[in-house]
């Protein structure tokens, strides 16, 4: 009889491809459950790149805060590389260097890409393009996120008229964390969608969104596109004309650029073909399965179950070791249903403001909201879930939703 608390190890572990949000949900929940498992990652933190828009604004909010050591939480059980393919015959992945690692069970969770801080670049060199050799490979990583962190809050810093790109979440969020910090910059938003944010929210979603815009005199410019937006120099301080779709011209000092998500397919797409849709999405089956492979699985970002949210993804994970343990046991599986997440979503506006729907269109109250989200925008949750100390204790929900600051002195 195996040992209270040991590890049942499978002849083959089940490997998890990507560090992400789902990927790292995964590994949590499998680690917990004492379960023989196997993450790769082409990086050595996870990145909590949901939090980035308050890094790159306020010298307060450290970058350091919003990476986890995958190496110290997993131990052996990680390896740093990049999958360029699967063999479904011969149940392995095969990483950029040539070693092949076989599974029992393969998860891909490769998520999307786009554009720094809202997402990891593939390689990053510290600030003057050298790794010190009396620190680890990790420890560079960190100090070159910080680094390129810094340099872009310098930017934001220096310019007076900021144009957001990209009308999205991300990019509504990262407007109203540079209008709060910085009231007395002119701060505006292009969206190339006649709705900010994405369709299908409530009119009471939409109504409070915009409010909060307007209370911060950030300019919304909908239904128009940047024209030539490749050509324009993103990131970099100096007067610069833009001009859109439809003739509007504006002058603006700094461009970030908060569109441009793509799929991460390249590891899967050859093999895995068939089952990728038009996005580089994977097709899987209500219990999140590939499909037409019985052993490989896709959640997060890079299926096509809706909806593509950090949140689901870490419940996608969850229901699917639930299904791992109920088919070594032969035990029924638990169906994903997307329509519980309808209509759902949870944006931050700022430190003191933030709009959440919950499904079925019932906004989500302040006194939650706020402490939930606003205060740190998560990190102390995902902290947490990752079995780490969280400065924050529970009567913080309470007195930073009461009385918008902290009593407690721990956050």
Not at 343 to 352: A, C, F, I, K, Y
Not at 360 to 372: H, R
Request: negative net charge; glycine residues 10%; contains cysteine.
């Amino acid at each position: 009889m195996a040992s209270v608390g040991a590890k049942e190890t499978a002849k083959e572990p089940i490997v998890i491809v990507g560090g992400g949000y789902g990927g790292f949900s995964l590994a949590n929940a499998l680690k917990k459950a004492n379960k023989d498992f196997t993450l790769i990652s082409i990086h050595p933190v996870f990145y909590h790149n949901v939090a980035s828009v308050r890094t790159i604004v306020r010298k307060d909010f450290d970058a350091t805060k919003l990476m986890i050591s995958l190496k110290d939480l997993y131990g052996s059980s990680l390896t740093i590389g990049t999958m360029i393919d699967v063999s479904p015959e011969k149940n392995c992945v095969v990483l950029q260097t040539g070693e092949m690692v076989k599974y029992s069970s393969l998860v891909l969770a490769t998520g999307t890409s786009g554009n720094f801080p809202y997402s990891l670049p593939a390689d990053v060199e510290s600030k003057d393009g050298m790794c010190r050799e009396d620190v680890s490979e990790e420890d560079a990583f960190i100090q070159s996120i910080v680094d390129k962190t810094t340099h872009l809050r310098e930017k934001i810093e220096a310019a007076q008229r900021i144009l957001v790109v990209g009308g999205g979440a991300t990019g509504v969020e990262q407007a109203c964390e540079i209008s709060s910090a910085f009231p007395d910059k002119k701060v505006t938003i292009i969206h190339r969608s006649d709705t900010l944010v994405r369709t299908g929210f409530s009119q009471g979603f939409y109504d409070k969104v915009n409010s909060i815009l307007d209370g911060m005199n950030i300019r919304k410019i909908t239904g128009e596109g940047v024209s030539d937006l490749d050509s324009l120099p993103i990131e970099t301080v100096g007067a610069v004309t833009v001009s859109t779709d439809k003739g509007t011209e504006l002058e603006v000092d700094l461009i970030l650029r908060c569109t441009g998500l793509r799929v991460n397919s390249s590891a899967y797409k050859t093999t895995l073909g068939g089952c990728v849709d038009d996005a580089g999405r994977l097709q899987v089956d209500k219990y999140l399965r590939v499909e037409g492979h019985d052993n490989i699985y896709a959640i997060g970002d890079c299926n096509s179950m809706a909806p593509q949210l950090a949140y689901a993804a870490g419940e996608q994970a969850e229901l699917l070791v639930k299904n791992l343990v109920a088919k070594q046991t032969n035990k029924k599986l638990t169906e994903w249903e997307s329509e519980k997440f309808d209509g759902m979503m949870l944006m931050g506006m700022g430190p003191s403001q933030v709009v959440g729907q919950m499904p079925g269109g019932k906004l989500m109250p302040d006194a939650i909201a706020i402490p939930f989200k606003g205060k740190d925008l998560m990190v102390a949750e995902f902290h947490r879930r990752a079995g780490l100390e969280s400065n924050r204790c529970f009567y913080c929900f309470l007195c930073c939703s009461i009385l918008r600051q902290c009593c407690c002195k721990c956050c």
